[in-house]
T-cell receptor, first 113, second 108 residues
Framework: ETGVTQSPTHLIKTRGQQVTLRCSSQSGHNTVSWYQQALGQGPQFIFQYYREEENGRGNFPPRFSGLQFPNYSSELNVNALELDDSALYLC????????????FGPGTRLTVL | KNEVEQSPQNLTAQEGEFITINCSYSVGISALHWLQQHPGGGIVSLFMLSSGKKKHGRLIATINIQEKHSSLHITASHPRDSAVYICAVFYNTDKLIFGTGTRLQVFP
């Protein structure tokens, strides 16, 4: 148990819809990172939030957006879903000190039909 | 070319065998993670290394910063070790670059 939770565990959407995925970090972890893991691939960095501000972004289009809240929860929003967005979405939290150790949630598996 | 390369991609073993998974990276890093991912997706951090060697139970991880190479060893492998093992590196900041993983199956 890492103390990081994600909801929902599974989700099915259709192309063009919008989706919100949620993550609850460990208390005291002010940094949260989101990753997309396509089937058979390693996770790819989407973006990171530190103290409610975006703190770096990977090679993902603007329709991927996020929010981080003061209660250590965060959201990943994806607009105008495409078939290729089908993947496992992982969030990971880390300590305010900026140490590289990250604690992963169990992931949300998104299927876009 | 990926910045983090793992080998082999797939590995099968008989229970009790000694297993080695290799990771090579092409960027300067501040730390390297070995992660375990079971079917269903959850990722567990096994080790975080910046130099030398770490051991936890039957797992040993080593890193050679000069050669940009790390290995994960499993001694006396067991079917419950079956999982995907992922190497991930931190560089510049605390953002991870992941390898594509090594799928390990250990048969009784």
């Amino acid at each position: 148990e890492t103390g990081v939770t994600q909801s929902p565990t599974h989700l099915i959407k259709t192309r063009g819809q919008q989706v919100t995925l949620r993550c609850s970090s460990q208390s005291g972890h002010n940094t949260v990172s989101w990753y997309q893991q396509a089937l058979g691939q390693g996770p790819q960095f989407i973006f990171q939030y530190y103290r409610e501000e975006e703190n770096g972004r990977g090679n993902f289009p603007p329709r991927f957006s996020g929010l981080q809240f003061p209660n250590y929860s965060s959201e990943l929003n994806v607009n105008a879903l495409e078939l290729d967005d089908s993947a496992l979405y992982l969030c990971a939290s880390s300590l305010t000190s900026g140490g590289p150790e990250q604690f992963f949630g169990p992931g949300t598996r998104l299927t876009v039909l | 070319k990926n910045e983090v390369e793992q080998s082999p991609q797939n590995l099968t073993a008989q229970e009790g065998e000694f297993i080695t998974i290799n990771c090579s990276y092409s960027v300067g890093i501040s730390a390297l993670h070995w992660l375990q991912q079971h079917p269903g997706g959850g990722i567990v951090s096994l080790f975080m290394l910046s130099s030398g060697k770490k051991k936890h139970g039957r797992l040993i991880a080593t890193i050679n910063i000069q050669e940009k190479h790390s290995s994960l060893h499993i001694t006396a492998s067991h079917p419950r070790d079956s999982a995907v093992y992922i190497c991930a590196v931190f560089y510049n900041t605390d953002k991870l670059i992941f390898g594509t993983g090594t799928r390990l199956q250990v048969f009784p």
